[in-house]
């Protein structure tokens, strides 16, 4: 069997092999130029007694790296399997990750809540909400398994994937912590980090606490109050609701990929993006904040 490992250079695939335990076991096929993706194959051991069961099937080498990732050892290993396991994968019947997803989703959220609620006990929940959603969001938990190599592990067969994820770990080295919304997202990398939050939540017990143990160091660094940032276009309306002023976008995205933003018929702020018309609104609205003091002065 084999997976795509997207954008692995030589480290990342030797550090795969060597936390697997499998160094001769596995071989490397293709190019080592690392610009190119790599590919790896999977040795499976033989079958045990037989059995037909799914959790008794040899397992891909990745059940361990993940496993070594998290520091949590899976009681029921079928359920890292599924967790890896994209719908579009069909090599071998195994259900695909969407029910842990939401599982996940769902556990993170609370695990999450419960956290800032512990850590700022005079918050009020407005600021409590921004800051769960962001500390949740696609981007963040695509981000947190772009850090941990988690997706090499991902089983999928989707023909833009690969490169959608070379090109969000690129461009995220310009945003640190988080684009609030500027960056294209991979939804398949925040997906594989919630269904692995709904296997460890089966596998556990089921217990919030433990896998919030498991699972926050892997969302490190979490996002602080003193860090949020609003996304642009939310920030904006702030801002003219403050000064009581209109605005809007003009849409040229379908003919020209741009959008423009007017405040009180003032070009404030342009955005471009070739393939996404959101994208060039956010882009247009983080624009215009940048130059919203140069046409409205702060006595308005």
Same mark, same amino acid.
């Given at each position: 069997?084999?997976?795509?490992?997207?954008?692995?250079?030589?480290?990342?695939?030797?550090?795969?092999?060597?936390?697997?335990?499998?160094?001769?076991?596995?071989?490397?096929?293709?190019s080592?130029?690392?610009?190119?993706?790599?590919?790896?194959?999977?040795?499976?051991?033989?079958?045990?007694n037989?059995?037909t069961?799914?959790?008794?099937?040899?397992?891909?080498?990745?059940?361990?790296?993940?496993?070594?990732?998290?520091?949590?050892?899976?009681?029921?290993?079928?359920?890292?399997?599924?967790?890896?396991?994209?719908?579009?994968?069909?090599?071998?019947?195994?259900?695909?990750?969407?029910?842990?997803?939401?599982?996940g989703?769902?556990?993170?959220?609370?695990?999450?809540?419960?956290?800032?609620?512990?850590?700022?006990?005079?918050?009020?929940?407005?600021?409590?909400?921004?800051?769960? +959603?962001v500390?949740?969001?696609?981007?963040?938990?695509?981000?947190? +398994?772009?850090?941990?190599?988690?997706?090499?592990?991902?089983?999928?067969?989707?023909?833009?994937?690969?490169?959608?994820?070379?090109?969000?770990e690129?461009?995220?080295?310009?945003?640190?912590?988080?684009?609030?919304?500027?960056?294209?997202?991979?939804?398949?990398?925040?997906?594989?980090?919630?269904?692995?939050?709904?296997?460890?939540?089966?596998?556990?017990?089921?217990?919030?606490?433990?896998?919030?143990?498991?699972?926050?160091?892997?969302?490190?660094?979490?996002?602080?109050?003193?860090?949020?940032?609003?996304?642009?276009?939310?920030?904006?309306?702030?801002?003219?609701?403050?000064?009581?002023?209109?605005?809007?976008?003009?849409?040229?995205?379908?003919?020209?990929?741009?959008?423009?933003?007017?405040?009180?018929?003032?070009?404030?702020?342009?955005?471009?993006?070739?393939?996404?018309?959101?994208?060039?609104?956010?882009?247009?609205?983080?624009?215009?904040?940048?130059?919203?003091?140069?046409?409205?002065?702060?006595?308005?």
């Open positions: 069997m084999k997976t795509q490992l997207l954008n692995a250079d030589a480290e990342s695939v030797q550090l795969l092999l060597n936390l697997s335990g499998h160094e001769e076991n596995t071989e490397v096929n293709g080592t130029d690392s610009d190119k993706p790599l590919s790896v194959e999977f040795v499976e051991s033989p079958e045990v037989g059995s069961d799914i959790s008794d099937k040899p397992l891909p080498l990745g059940v361990e790296f993940v496993e070594k990732v998290l520091n949590y050892e899976f009681k029921d290993k079928s359920l890292l399997l599924q967790a890896f396991t994209d719908v579009s994968y069909d090599e071998e019947d195994c259900d695909s990750y969407e029910r842990l997803e939401f599982l989703d769902t556990v993170l959220s609370m695990a999450i809540s419960n956290e800032l609620f512990n850590r700022y006990p005079d918050c009020p929940p407005g600021p409590l909400t921004k800051l769960r +959603a500390n949740v969001d696609t981007e963040k938990l695509a981000r947190a +398994a772009i850090k941990h190599k988690l997706y090499l592990c991902l089983r999928h067969k989707k023909p833009l994937l690969d490169d959608q994820i070379m090109e969000f690129k461009e995220i080295e310009t945003y640190p912590l988080h684009s609030r919304g500027l960056l294209g997202v991979p939804k398949s990398l925040a997906d594989i980090v919630e269904s692995t939050i709904g296997a460890i939540y089966k596998d556990c017990g089921p217990s919030i606490e433990k896998v919030w143990e498991v699972v926050k160091p892997l969302l490190e660094p979490i996002i602080t109050l003193d860090k949020m940032e609003n996304h642009p276009v939310s920030e904006l309306l702030e801002l003219c609701q403050k000064k009581n002023l209109k605005w809007r976008f003009e849409d040229r995205w379908e003919d020209e990929k741009h959008v423009l933003l007017f405040i009180e018929d003032h070009l404030v702020g342009r955005g471009h993006h070739p393939l996404k018309k959101d994208r060039a609104k956010n882009f247009a609205a983080k624009n215009a904040i940048e130059n919203f003091s140069n046409f409205f002065s702060e006595e308005l």
